[in-house]
């Protein structure tokens, strides 16, 4: 067993030096376990050397046996001869064998117990180094966790003064104070390059457009009389169309918003219901 107690004593003595070295954890592991493998490539190495030692052993107590049994067998057959001499000396021989084979197999067993310690020792090792390795990955992942959880805490720590939260907050309002400037410059620059007066005819044009639009729809209506020929529309109804243009007109000089004039179609819906 004392290749074991030296194995474990250099495994030990590497994992120290290095955790004491350690700078990426990481890269430590693996090295770790790169040395526990090559730790372990020896002791399977010496323990077949021990297995070896043992099957010679066992051989060797095999064969002083068999020749412990020949010499047995020429002593009867020196018996049956009446060489008694003869028979005499093989017994001898054959105690000389007998009593090495069973020298030999008590150390072969002996052995054969240690070479099963050894072997039920390099079976839990390697357990171990497994065991190591499978863990391996779960220190790796609490190593990152720490160190993401460091990263963050000192992130925090360094803008806990809030001096980078008040810089992007006077960038935010710079940059509205630009924004609300360039709306005014190009508001200032429409209400310089506009023609006032055109732009009233063309509000004109499009109420006088209006007012055609709604003598025509009256007329389909059957609210006002059709419309005459031309000549006669020149000469006789023309003052009359002037007039109810210049009625609808000023009805509508003031500019209607949308909301007003949907409310007072919901009126007439309303009233034109109650008199059905």
């Known amino acids: 067993m004392g290749i074991f107690n030296k194995l474990s004593t250099l495994i030990r003595s590497n994992l120290n030096d290095l955790i004491a070295r350690a700078e990426n954890p990481e890269k430590m592991l693996n090295q770790i376990i790169l040395d526990m493998r090559d730790q372990l490539t020896k002791a399977k190495q010496e323990v077949a050397v021990a297995i ?57 067993q002996r052995q054969a117990i240690e070479t099963e310690k050894l072997k039920e020792s390099l079976r839990q090792l390697n357990a171990k180094i497994e065991e190591a390795r ?20 000192e992130t925090m720590h360094g803008l806990s003064d809030r001096s980078a939260f008040d810089a992007f907050d006077r960038m935010a309002t710079r940059i509205e104070d630009n924004e609300r400037m360039a709306l005014a410059s190009a508001e200032v620059a429409e209400d310089i390059g506009t023609d006032h007066l055109e732009t009233e005819f063309k509000r004109l044009e499009i109420t006088d457009n209006a007012d055609v639009r709604l003598i025509e729809m009256k ?58």
């Open 52 to 108: 070896a030692d043992e099957r010679k052993l066992k051989s060797q107590a095999e064969d002083e046996a068999k020749q412990a049994q020949d010499w047995e067998k020429r002593a009867m057959l020196a018996v049956r001869e009446g060489r008694d001499d003869l028979a005499r000396q093989a017994l001898q021989r054959q105690q000389e064998y007998g009593e090495r084979a069973q020298q030999l197999y008590d150390t072969w």
């Open 219 to 276: 007329r389909k209506m059957g609210m006002l009389p059709p419309a005459e020929s031309p000549k006669e529309s020149g000469q006789i109804s023309g003052g009359s169309a002037q007039a109810q243009q210049r009625q609808i007109s000023a009805n509508s000089s003031a500019p209607v918003r949308d909301a007003e004039l949907i409310e007072e179609f919901d009126l007439l819906e309303r009233g034109d219901k109650g008199n059905g």
């Open 134 to 153: 499978r863990k391996k990955n779960l220190l790796v992942a609490k190593q990152k966790r720490a160190e993401a959880q460091k990263r963050i805490h």
